[in-house]
């Protein structure tokens, strides 16, 4: 089992920067590749990031391509998402994922564990 508890979201002017922290506990949680998800309401939830579980593998939503950045630190058991140029359409509550595979994350667009979920709101 692994629990997931998302932080670091907030109300920022487009253009801006926020970096949210995703802690982990539980389970080997270097041997979890992780990965970001959005959801507006009213709308289906969306990839954004994924990262290996040794951190040498990133992938991205095109949408996000240039502008965000996947990390983790595994001695800490964290992962990160910093977000930079941030849009309007960024608005979004960001959820943190860990899966035993990152196909299931990347492909499938879905995961064995979920955190609750933090609101980014990017105001024009």
């Known amino acids: 089992q692994v629990q997931l508890v998302e932080s670091g979201g907030g109300l920022v002017q487009a253009g801006g920067s926020l970096r949210l922290s995703c802690a982990a506990s539980?389970?080997?949680?270097?041997?979890?590749?992780m990965g970001w998800f959005r959801q507006v309401p009213g709308k289906e939830r969306e990839f954004v990031a994924a990262?290996?579980?040794?951190?040498?593998?990133?992938y991205y939503a095109d949408s996000v391509k240039g502008r965000f950045t996947i990390s983790r630190d595994n001695a800490n058991n964290i992962v990160y998402l910093q977000m930079n140029s941030l849009k309007p359409e960024d608005t979004a509550v960001y959820y943190c994922a860990a899966s035993s595979q990152i196909h299931t994350i990347v492909v499938v667009k879905g995961a064995d564990y979920w955190g609750q979920g933090t609101q980014v709101t990017v105001s024009s």
């Open positions: 990262i290996s579980w040794s951190g040498g593998r990133t």
């Open positions: 539980g389970r080997a949680f270097n041997t979890y590749a």
